[in-house]
């Protein structure tokens, strides 16, 4: 039985809401990551589940950190001040 490992998965998730947030590149890093696990032909089906859910939490985190860099984007205009850029 294999639940050592998804406990493993389960304890990185509660490790990872107690801190703080973490950079988009680390929350890439642990996605792919979660993919190597997902990859991988000896996976049970409750960890397979357990590594799938935390991959689409950080993915949700990513776009959120996604959306607040988008909206911190901004362009300089012919005065040389900034106003906001507009995603056309």
Sequence with gaps: ???ADGGAI?????????????????NFSAVE???????AEDISLEEAFTAYSKGM????QCNEQID????QVMKLNEEGGLEP????
């Design 68 to 71: 607040r860099v988008e909206k």
């Design 10 to 26: 389960l304890a990185g998730k509660k490790k990872t809401e107690a801190q703080e947030p973490q950079s988009l590149e680390e």
């Design 57 to 60: 939490s950080l993915l949700k």
């Design 33 to 39: 990551e979660l993919i190597g696990q997902l990859e």
């Design 1 to 3: 039985m294999r639940a």
């Design 85 to 88: 850029l507009d995603p056309q």
